[in-house]
């Protein structure tokens, strides 16, 4: 298929009566040209729509950097008979390391990559989507509901699938222009949470 362009500058209809998870409201339809193309793809009648131009935290996972262990991606992989790929889990921002064991960013509280400080503040708490294959868009179960066998919190959010950690950035980034983070920088870890059940879910 050839590839969709969607220009972010011109005028959408409104599309009324929408709701995702907890949030209803009016969103933007982003035309015939993108209806069509995945339609097409998809195989059946879809639209393309957009909360706003400027990410809105109901709409959109609340926090900008998603925080992975590559081991923590290896060890879920090797429980599950079809192996997945990071993209499952949707990160917006994702930084993926290795050389952890797995699932020990579980802990971290504060940790500081290149120039940058953050501090993590919750558990990645999993919704549908990472049952969801990306190249084909075809649901199942997995790898939820082998997360939350062993990745749950059973006191706090009981059957909550739970993979990655959320951060946030300490530093001002208006401040922080030509700062960056690459591959091959080092995560340097400060504080962790004495044990998983006092790790913020």
């Given amino acids: 298929m050839d590839d969709l362009n969607v220009c972010l500058g011109k005028q959408c209809a409104k599309a009324d009566g929408v709701s995702i998870w907890e949030w ?3 969103v933007l339809d982003e035309g015939e040209e993108a209806s069509k193309w995945f339609s097409t793809y998809l195989g059946k009648p879809s639209l393309l729509l957009s909360k706003t131009r400027v990410v809105d935290p ?7 950097v998603m925080f992975s262990d590559r081991g923590s ?4 992989n090797e429980l599950l008979k079809e ?3 990071i993209n499952r889990f949707r990160p ?3 930084i993926l390391v290795k050389g952890c064991e797995p699932f ?6 504060e940790l500081k990559i290149n120039m940058f400080k953050f501090q993590g503040v919750k558990l990645c708490s999993r919704c549908k989507v990472p049952t969801i294959n990306q190249e084909n868009g075809i649901a199942g179960s997995e790898p939820n509901e082998t997360l939350k066998e062993f990745q749950s919190d ?3 959010l009981p059957n909550k699938k739970q993979q990655g950690k959320n951060l946030v950035c300490q530093e001002s980034l208006t401040e922080g222009k030509g700062k960056t983070i690459s591959v091959g920088d080092c995560v340097y870890v400060f504080s962790k949470a004495s044990s998983p059940a006092k790790a913020a879910a």
């Avoid at 991606?73 to 879920?76: E, K, M």
């Avoid at 020990?104 to 509280?109: A, C, F, I, P």
């Fill in 92 to 94: 917006n921002c994702s």
């Fill in 104 to 109: 020990s960013e579980d802990l971290w509280k």
């Fill in 83 to 85: 192996p997945v790929q």
């Fill in 73 to 76: 991606l290896d060890a879920l």
């Fill in 154 to 156: 059973k006191v706090l």
């Fill in 58 to 64: 109901k709409f959109a996972p609340g926090f900008k």
């Fill in 24 to 26: 209803s409201g009016s």
